[in-house]
Structures are given as structure tokens and as C-alpha cells.
């Protein structure tokens, strides 16, 4: 039996980067963005928590977005001598650290074989390091209007162990723009037996916007995390199921749904 058509649905960079690695294993997939990055200029307060690098103890990045709107190519590589560590909650945000030029000895991650990339398996890995007044910069997503956005969970564990914690916005989360091409594209795959992967809950919310009356009780979906999952059958999806969001996990069970 064919593999189904998988619906990329991470923001463009990474769904074009997540297309190309399923082709390389022999699973024909298309990119169907349902969040759009908008990096925030490098002034204000993400200026001066840049500059203010060296006073930190730690800089935790969320995501390999958070990553490439602080560290700006144009703004040279990262440090090599001001913070201690930098932490990261998975392998792609791992890899943009790299790429920015922060040295892999002094990143820390979640172990390969992880149930998950979250900040809860993050935290296993470095609650060891955290102690009262402990320096902390997080640097995240927004919303549209460039507030703080997302799970707290990871700075509230540090404030409660003590730490300093400061959060600044590298980047907004957006909505994509919704034409007709798009949603025609949405709604085929609702219906044509495509396999939805699912990376993010505020993807789902996105979508049941720019698709409000479609049936998904005929649509697949495969959800990197619980939480998604749980998102995914409240919005209607039929079938869902869950697998760890490795590449190699992930390809693994598109195979076991063929």
C-alpha cells in the first residue's frame, strides 16, 4: 500500500526543510504553512538584551526562529566567550545555534532518544544548574503584536528555583494569509486521504480560521506532541495519532499508517 501525501504545516522555512528530508526517505510531501515567522528588528529591548549578552548566565532559545532573530547573521556569529551555556529544547534549534556559531560544548539539549523536545525534557537535563539568582535570558516568539507568547511553564520553574529570569521577543507568530490557492490546497487535503503533520497546536487554531465550516472527520493527522494531538481531535480531525518529533520517529510511523 503507498505512502500518503504528508501536509507539512511548520512555518516555510522549516516546512520546506522538513519536505525535503521526507523525500529523502521516500515520502512524498507538500508544504502548507499555517503560521508565518515576522523577525523583529533588531532595536529595543531585543537590541539591548543582544548587547546585554555577557551579564547572563544562561540564554535559552525556544526554537531555531528564536535563534536566528537574535543571533542575525548581519550582526555577526554568536559570542564564544559571554554566557556559560545556551539551552535548547531539540536538535533544530540546536542546529541553528551551530550554525550561528555557538560552540556545541556549551549547548545544552535534551538527550537524541527523548519521548520529547519540550521544555519539560529540556529541564531534566539542566535543573542541576539552576540556583537562587542564577541570570537567565529566554528568548522566544510573540504574538502578532509582538507580545510575549507561548507556554511559561520553563521560566516559571526557574523563578520558583530562584532565578533571574528575563524574556525578550525575537520574532512574531503570525497567521498566514488566507487566498483562495491556499485553502484550496486545505481543503483537497481534508478530503484526499493526505496525512496532516501537526507540530503545533496554534497551527490547528489557524487553520480551523481559514477553514471554518470544513469537515475534517474524513482527515489523518499525525501530532508531535500530546498536546497537539488533543487539539487536533477537538478541531474535528478524524484520525490522529501520536509520535515523537524525530525525523526518523516521524517517518516511521507515516510508514505504519500506509
Known amino acids: 500500500m503507498p505512502l500518503p501525501r504528508v501536509i507539512v504545516t511548520r512555518p516555510a522555512r522549516d516546512a520546506a526543510r522538513w519536505v525535503a528530508a521526507l523525500a529523502a526517505h521516500g515520502v512524498a510531501a507538500e508544504a502548507l504553512p499555517l503560521i508565518d515567522i515576522v523577525p523583529e528588528p533588531m532595536a529595543g529591548e531585543l537590541a539591548r538584551a543582544r548587547a546585554g549578552l555577557g551579564a547572563q548566565d544562561i540564554a535559552m532559545f525556544v526554537s531555531g526562529n528564536a535563534v536566528d532573530g537574535f543571533l542575525p547573521t548581519a550582526h555577526g556569529p554568536a559570542p564564544d566567550t559571554v554566557v556559560t551555556r545556551a539551552w535548547s529544547p531539540g536538535p533544530g534549534t540546536t542546529a541553528a545555534l551551530q550554525a550561528a556559531g555557538w560552540p556545541p560544548a556549551r549547548i545544552d539539549t535534551p538527550a537524541p532518544d527523548a519521548a ?49 529570569v528575563e524574556q525578550v521577543v525575537a520574532y512574531r507568530r503570525a497567521p498566514p494569509a488566507w487566498n483562495e490557492a491556499r485553502r484550496a490546497q486545505a481543503a483537497r487535503a481534508a478530503t484526499d486521504g493526505s496525512l496532516w503533520l501537526l507540530s503545533s497546536s496554534e497551527a490547528i487554531a489557524n487553520l480551523s480560521v481559514g477553514l471554518p465550516r470544513q469537515d475534517w472527520s474524513g482527515a489523518a493527522a499525525l501530532a508531535t506532541h500530546p498536546r497537539i494531538a488533543q487539539a487536533a481531535r477537538q478541531a474535528g480531525f478524524g484520525t490522529v495519532r501520536e509520535t515523537r518529533p524525530a525525523l526518523d520517529a516521524v517517518v516511521a510511523s507515516i510508514e505504519s499508517m500506509a
Open 116 to 164: 520529547q523536545f519540550d521544555s519539560e525534557s529540556l529541564w531534566e537535563q539542566v535543573h542541576g544548574q539552576v540556583r537562587p539568582g542564577l541570570r537567565v535570558l529566554i528568548v522566544r516568539g510573540g504574538d502578532a503584536a509582538g507580545r510575549v507568547a507561548g507556554r511559561d511553564w520553563l521560566a516559571a520553574q526557574l523563578a520558583e528555583h530562584g532565578a533571574v
